[in-house]
């Protein structure tokens, strides 16, 4: 048993894919507006890591037993 087994379906593939591009435009806009650097890199991270989530189709959420919306 893998630690990553998928457990999204297209939906929320993309619905993640679409979430992490726009949280990382938004760490984009954040960094020229000169917001402080911990608060670019939170953004940065979160939307890499629902892109990560997108790609390989799980979702920690999920592994967790939480259900979620998509």
Known sequence: MSL???NLDRGGRVARLFA?????LAALLLFLQEFPV?????AAFGGAFCIFQALTGWCWLRALGIR???
């Open 38 to 42: 911990w608060v670019v890199a939170l």
């Open 4 to 6: 990553l087994n998928q």
């Open 68 to 70: 979620t919306w998509c």
């Open 20 to 24: 992490g591009f726009v949280i990382l």
